[in-house]
């Protein structure tokens, strides 16, 4: 690879690292229009392993800004990221992969929770797939996002 190959290979790396971290400060902050943002018109996401739904963005986001009212408190991890780019007869290509584990505590909706800080009693861990497209106007953007939960611990 020539230096300038190596270069643009960082740069993508870097690219894909903050579309990645966006995705779990989204979620967690609850910015539905910032995750809707982080996608392709068509990207979809995938959380029937967790008990979700399938489907276009838009929907997920919309079936999550619901779904998280459950969890007032949350903070995910997104850990362990193998970023396999695409690369073309040397050169990096427009496509890449993401695999990345994910450690997930939250706090459950109830009478006991008042808003302050207060210990997770729900844990969801797993591994994430994170597909990737470079666009002409926004750069690097999310067509697919799966969730495949491996384990979740709910304690009292």
Do not use: C
Request: proline share 4%; charged share 25%.
């Amino acid at each position: 690879m020539t230096q300038r190959v190596d270069l643009a290979t960082v740069m993508d790396r870097l690219a894909i690292d903050e579309v990645v971290t966006g995705y779990a400060v989204a979620v967690d902050d609850g910015d539905w229009t910032a995750y809707r943002a982080l996608f392709t018109p068509t990207g979809r996401a995938d959380y029937g392993s967790a008990g979700g739904i399938e489907g276009p963005a838009a929907e997920v986001a919309d079936w999550l800004a619901q779904t998280m009212k459950l969890f007032p408190v949350r903070q995910h991890l997104i850990v362990n990221r193998l970023i396999r780019l695409e690369y073309l007869g040397g050169s990096p290509g427009d496509r890449a992969e993401v695999r990345a584990d994910f450690l997930n505590p939250m706090r459950l909706a109830g009478e006991e929770f008042d808003g302050s800080v207060t210990a997770p009693n729900f844990v969801a861990a797993g591994r994430y797939t994170f597909a990737l497209a470079r666009t002409a106007r926004d750069g690097w953007r999310l067509t697919r996002v799966t969730v495949h939960e491996k384990w979740r611990h709910v304690s009292a």
